[in-house]
């Protein structure tokens, strides 16, 4: 029995757990144009000019292909070539600009793609095409004025005659194509001197980089229009910065070195491995090498911590902890770009207080290439990789570097029963990530027993992205879920498969503009490290998003020496279950092993960690074996606090709650539950931190996140 219900802020999706033993066109003739950027070079790694069309083969799939665009771009040498005229963005092109990423192209009804196809304009014949991306929402003053100084430096003393540039924006709304490809000096130093020093900065607080944390606005539109709480803490945002830039860019055949300049990307955002895969995935068929920058540039960090904050607690800047943690932190923050940097063919610059050098060394690395493009026969648009394999005739001896492959497009609404299970099969065997529909998701774990481990999932889809069919006067869509658990040896553990069907009335459709689909599923295992992937599509538009990330369930034995808790859950709702919008299973033993599932109702986890003043915060979590050193007739003793901090400031500090009472029929677990009104705290960013003291066993443990308090809700017009 499935069922169904609505709430104002969120929608949500119950479903049960699985265990296991150990976009959108139609065209009737379409002419999909590949564009494949090839450098050639001899054994001593010199570029081999001057080569024919005919010299080449290129098959697909292993199936003979025709060539029908074929151009060499000449890199080398200080010739003058003429001058390019700045002009208006890309983003702002005419629609008659011809798209040469591997998308299909609509062509004449009843006309089948043939090799007399016009070919692509080449935009820029011999021209190194180098964009510059300001990422100012990653940057703190002063590594802005570092940056910036550095692209003048570059612009003024260091292009080269066959240097176009672009220059592209992103600060807290959408990014910007400011300037499209010039070589006009005096266009691109105004350019760059407009960007307001300390724009966005307020932004780079939450990644980690420095920066106010307490101030600052988020307009909601740099991500999901409806959905403010996705963009203040993910770091999705910043790898959907480029993975969108990689997009604009792709109206150019040739190949583009993209500069991102920034302070790294911090992982205190959701980790979701999907994110990153589609950004290079998206800048790869754009024929786009990314080179990061790091505008921190030589970082020297003092031991004990600079005055920019106050000193810490305890023993950790004598023993060395705080120091390896804030270069474990420095590092993670630079790991991302490095990733970024080698699955595109880039590098990765860092350590470096000569940015411009940083910059010279990028463009000089696209040499002399040649263009190749064809029109695959595979008219087929069922989403498949394709391989492209790229030879040379009349035994030319020379290394051959280009794209090896890529993904074709898919048509949903012309699929089978079977057409869609087998989209769903392969989606989640595939490498490159569906991100069509944005996942936000969370895991957590809690000890059901001394080897088993409950471990629950949350998802989060904004409401704007689900397109909803009209069917006799109400809204209707239906969600297929799928998602494996691997091991650490890539054997899969546990697995859930759903499928459900949501009737909405029209007020409730109407709301979906501004409230996301909740669901939740779950699984049990033992301790271990663990790969998650998860996949949505939504049935009528066929869209499809992609949750990945790695896990792992600590071992909270009895005999561990130190003070063991569970995952902490921080919440603004609980809810009835049968008040549930829509239900996959409803077996009741599926929902007794659930701890967030009490008395009838569910603890709903705020996986954004985004809340409003007219809401309460629920925090939950469970402590093991307390007191274990004590005496076998002693009472556990736990007291618990929630405190409060902006910045470094406290301002708020609960009561302390003490617990002497383990669950009903889970021995040795102590669950704790806390609450605080919101109203009480001013608008802004705060961390949150629970204290939990083990009186009996004279221990202590904390954790604590980040969370942003957000003005109420105003009710609708």
């Known amino acids: ?131 510059m991306l300001f990422d100012y929402s990653t940057m703190a003053i002063p590594e802005q004025n570092r940056i910036q100084e550095a692209a003048l430096k570059f612009i003024r003393e260091q292009m080269k005659p066959a240097d176009v540039v672009a220059i592209m924006y992103a600060g807290t709304g959408p990014i910007k194509i400011v300037q499209d490809f010039t070589t006009d000096k005096d266009r691109l130093e105004e350019v760059v001197k407009s960007f307001q020093t300390g724009a966005a900065s307020e932004l780079a607080g939450v990644a980690g980089n420095g920066g106010d944390s307490t101030t600052g606005e988020d307009t909601g539109t740099a991500f999901n229009a409806d959905e403010t709480e996705f963009n203040i803490f993910n770091t999705d945002k910043q790898l959907a910065t480029l993975e969108s830039a990689s997009k604009m860019l792709a109206a150019f055949p040739e190949k583009k070195a993209l500069l991102y300049f920034s302070s790294g990307i911090s992982k205190s955002g959701f980790d979701n491995q999907a994110s990153l895969d589609k950004a290079v995935n998206a800048a790869k068929r754009s024929n786009v090498a990314l080179y990061p920058i790091d505008a921190r540039g030589l970082v020297a960090s003092a031991p004990a911590g600079d005055a920019s904050a106050a000193a810490s607690r305890g023993t950790s800047a004598l023993t060395g902890t705080q120091m390896q943690s804030q270069r474990d932190s420095f590092a993670g923050s630079q790991e991302t770009l490095s990733t970024l940097a080698m699955d595109t063919g880039g590098k990765l610059f860092i350590d470096d207080n000569d940015l411009a050098l940083g910059m010279e060394k990028a463009r000089d690395d696209i040499s002399s290439y040649y263009i190749i493009g064809y029109y695959s026969t595979d008219v087929k648009m069922d989403g498949k990789y394709r391989r492209v394999e790229v030879k040379l005739n009349k035994d030319i001896q020379a290394r051959i570097d280009y794209r090896s492959g890529y993904f074709g497009e898919k048509e949903f609404k012309k699929f089978t029963n079977a057409d869609k299970e087998d989209q769903l099969a392969q989606a989640l065997m595939l490498g490159d990530p569906l991100t069509d529909l944005s996942l936000t998701g969370e895991l957590d774990y809690f000890r059901l027993a001394r080897d088993r481990y409950f471990v629950p999932f949350s998802v989060k889809i904004p409401g704007s992205e689900i397109a909803l069919a009209k069917s006799k006067g109400n809204a209707q869509t239906e969600f297929e879920f799928i998602g494996q658990v691997r091991d650490e040896h890539d054997k899969m553990v546990a697995a859930v498969r759903d499928g459900i069907k949501i009737k909405l009335s029209e007020k409730t459709a109407a709301q979906l503009s501004s409230a996301p689909i909740a669901y939740d599923t779950g699984f049990t295992l033992p301790p271990g490290k663990y790969k998650f992937k998860f996949l949505a599509r939504e049935n009528e538009t066929g869209k499809m998003g992609t949750y990945e990330t790695k896990f792992t369930i600590p071992d909270l034995a009895p005999n561990q020496p130190f003070l063991k808790t569970s995952s902490v859950i921080w919440s603004n709702q609980r809810e009835s279950m049968n008040d549930a919008l829509a239900s996959a299973d409803n077996k009741k033993k599926l929902s007794e092993s659930d701890p967030l599932v009490q008395e009838g109702q569910k603890l709903i986890p705020s996986i954004t960690h985004v809340f409003r003043k007219d809401q309460n915060l629920y925090v939950y979590l469970e402590v093991y074996d307390p007191g274990v050193n004590a005496g076998k007739d002693d009472k556990p003793s736990v007291a618990a606090t929630l405190s409060f901090y902006r910045g470094k400031t406290k301002t708020f500090e609960s009561q302390p709650v003490r617990l002497d009472a383990f669950a009903l029929k889970r021995a040795q677990t102590l669950p704790i539950k806390l609450q605080a009104a919101l109203s009480q705290l001013a608008t802004g960013r705060y961390t949150c931190q629970v204290n939990i003291v083990d009186e009996t066993g004279r221990k202590f443990a904390f954790a604590r996140t980040e969370i942003v308090v957000l003005p109420n809700q105003k009710p609708a017009a």
Do not use: C, W, Y
Request: neutral net charge; proline residues 10%.
């Open 1 to 131: 029995m499935k069922r169904l219900f609505f709430i104002p802020a969120l929608f949500l999706v119950f479903s049960s757990f699985v265990s296991v033993d150990a976009q959108d066109a139609t065209f009737e003739s379409s002419a999909n144009l590949v564009i494949i950027d090839a450098n050639v070079r001899d054994k001593a790694g010199k570029v081999i000019p001057d080569l024919k069309k005919s010299d080449f083969t290129i098959f697909e799939d292993g199936k003979l292909q025709t060539i029908s665009v074929f151009e060499f771009q000449r890199l080398e040498g200080d010739t003058l070539l003429p001058p390019v005229p700045a002009s208006k963005p890309v983003a702002e092109a005419p629609a008659a600009t011809p798209a040469v990423t591997p998308k299909p192209a609509a062509a004449p009804k009843k006309a089948a793609p043939t090799t007399a196809t016009a070919a692509p304009i080449i935009h820029f014949q011999d021209r190194r095409l180098v964009a």
